[in-house]
């Protein structure tokens, strides 16, 4: 990987590159996520997905971290990313769970154009790209996965409509993820959810990221 210092021109962003262990974790779905890191590259920042300092660490701060929600996924049904912008977590989900039915939920328009647009140059076909709003749909879904949408307490009421029994919210969160689920412990209670759980991942590169559970209990 070329140093940014003495890279190939003044000012230059590189792009991170796919480490082996990166590989070893896509495994199959590898050169897709490739391809879709390429497609980042290429468009991300000329489409307002991510900022030019996000690329040296395209793979670490956001494919690698998207993938940490995956263990918590259920062993079948349907996922809802919402929020999905440039497809973070939900295209990652999809290449790495393609048991899965996945919905990518955006509101905006030019996303929607991207995430569709992602989903052909994949060949995605357990993906289905709807353009609205949390609050708008009315389907359940087996699990529902955010990152960097709201604050929890915010994403629980956005999301809680949208789980089916048994089902949860996966939240990616940073730092503050006690200190969300703390603030949010009243309006998890008033959704009639599982108090929330943290799990910690050390995901490739020694990287803590964390997950935030919340679920929506079983009747007896």
Same mark, same amino acid.
């Given at each position: 990987? #070329?140093?940014?210092?003495? @890279?190939?021109?003044?000012?230059?962003?590189?792009?991170?590159?796919?480490?082996?262990? #990166?590989?070893?974790?896509?495994? !199959?779905?590898?050169?897709?996520?490739?391809?879709?890191?390429?497609?980042?590259?290429? $468009? *991300? $920042?000329?489409? *307002?997905?991510?900022?030019?300092?996000?690329?040296?660490?395209? %793979?670490?701060?956001? !494919?690698?971290?998207?993938?940490?929600?995956?263990?918590?996924?259920?062993?079948?049904?349907?996922?809802?990313?919402?929020?999905?912008?440039? @497809? !973070?977590? @939900?295209?990652? #989900?999809?290449?790495?769970?393609?048991?899965?039915?996945?919905?990518?939920?955006?509101?905006?328009?030019?996303? &929607?154009? %991207?995430? $569709?647009?992602?989903?052909?140059?994949?060949?995605?076909?357990?993906?289905?790209? +709807?353009?609205?709003?949390?609050?708008? &749909?009315?389907?359940?879904?087996?699990?529902?996965?955010?990152?960097?949408?709201?604050?929890?307490?915010?994403?629980?009421?956005?999301?809680?409509?949208?789980?089916?029994?048994?089902?949860?919210?996966?939240? !990616?969160? @940073?730092?503050?993820?006690?200190?969300?689920?703390?603030?949010? +412990?009243?309006?998890?209670?008033?959704?009639?959810?599982?108090?929330?759980?943290?799990?910690?991942?050390?995901?490739?590169?020694?990287?803590?990221?964390?997950?935030?559970?919340?679920?929506?209990? +079983?009747?007896?």
């Amino acid at each position: 990987m #070329v140093d940014e210092e003495q @890279g190939p021109g003044a000012g230059e962003v590189v792009p991170e590159e796919a480490s082996e262990e #990166v590989r070893e974790l896509f495994g !199959l779905s590898f050169s897709a996520a490739e391809h879709f890191a390429q497609m980042l590259v290429a $468009e *991300g $920042e000329l489409r *307002g997905l991510l900022g030019p300092r996000e690329l040296p660490r395209l %793979w670490s701060r956001h !494919l690698v971290n998207s993938a940490a929600v995956v263990p918590f996924l259920p062993a079948r049904g349907t996922v809802a990313d919402v929020g999905s912008g440039a @497809g !973070l977590p @939900g295209v990652v #989900v999809a290449l790495l769970r393609p048991d899965l039915d996945v919905t990518l939920i955006e509101p905006m328009e030019r996303r &929607v154009d %991207w995430l $569709e647009h992602v989903v052909v140059e994949l060949d995605l076909d357990n993906v289905t790209v +709807r353009r609205a709003r949390a609050e708008e &749909v009315r389907d359940r879904y087996d699990a529902v996965t955010a990152r960097a949408v709201a604050n929890l307490s915010k994403l629980v009421r956005l999301t809680s409509p949208l789980l089916r029994q048994g089902g949860s919210l996966l939240a !990616l969160k @940073g730092a503050r993820a006690e200190t969300e689920v703390e603030e949010a +412990r009243y309006v998890i209670k008033k959704a009639k959810l599982e108090p929330a759980v943290v799990h910690e991942v050390l995901t490739v590169g020694e990287e803590l990221t964390k997950v935030v559970e919340v679920r929506r209990p +079983r009747r007896g």
